[in-house]
């Protein structure tokens, strides 16, 4: 059992480049999130998906989107990439909106 | 607007106890999670209150009041992989997590 995984682990991208972030989690949640974390502050949801086929805009969506093609897999896609974009991501996954949400190891992401 | 606050950072001795609070100004609320970060990692989850009262898990107990929108983290005998950030999430009405900011717990020997 992997819990949630997440791919790259780090990247260096240049300004207007474009790159996906790949989240996979393989405990048939249904919910799944993604949160962005700048140095000493706390996470910003991105998007989040209550089952397959379906996502919605969390507090700082633009400049982002997602797909939820499976119960398993959440990629997010940065298109036109800026400086403002550097950061941590985090992806999380969990059973229902009222339980514990579990994480993969998170992306850091530097734009340049 | 919906708000969070926690101290910035706190220090500790170690075996001591510590006590970190939380408040919260959310539209509506369906739970209060506890989560703790070590540097460089994802957080893990430490407790969750959706009732007024006390949660005591092993070293750690959380207390929620509702009423007064405030909830602590309690950590007994304080160790040196104690050292982290304590993360305080509030559930609103549309079951969103809101985060705060986090409170960075220094262990000193």
């Known amino acids: 059992n992997a819990g949630v995984t997440q791919t790259p682990k780090f990247r260096i991208l240049k300004i207007g480049q474009s790159m996906t972030l790949q989240c996979t989690q393989d405990?048939?949640?249904?919910?799944m999130y993604w949160y962005r974390q700048d140095p000493g502050m706390g996470l910003k949801l991105i998007y989040y998906s209550v089952g397959a086929g379906i996502t919605d805009k969390g507090e700082v969506p633009n400049g982002y989107n997602v797909s939820r093609s499976t119960t398993e897999d959440f990629p997010l896609r940065l298109e036109l990439a800026a400086p403002s974009q550097t950061s941590v991501y985090f992806c999380?996954?969990?059973?229902?909106?009222?339980?514990?949400?579990?994480f993969g190891p998170g992306t850091r992401l530097t734009v340049l | 607007g919906q708000n969070i606050d926690q101290p910035t950072e706190m220090t500790a001795t170690e075996g001591a106890i510590v006590q970190i609070n939380c408040t919260y100004q959310t539209s509506g609320f369906n739970g209060l999670f506890w989560y703790q970060q070590h540097a460089g990692e994802a957080p893990t989850f430490l407790s969750y209150n959706v009732l007024d009262g006390l949660e005591e898990k092993g070293r750690f107990s959380s207390f929620l009041s509702r009423s007064k929108g405030y909830s602590y983290l309690l950590l007994k005998e304080l160790q040196m992989k104690d050292s982290a950030s304590y993360l305080c999430?509030?559930?609103?009405?549309?079951?969103?997590?809101?985060w705060g900011a986090g409170t960075k717990l220094i262990i000193k020997p």
């Open positions: 405990m048939n949640h249904n919910y």
């Open positions: 999430a509030v559930t609103d009405s549309n079951y969103q997590l809101i």
């Open positions: 999380a996954s969990s059973s229902d909106s009222y339980n514990e949400q579990f």
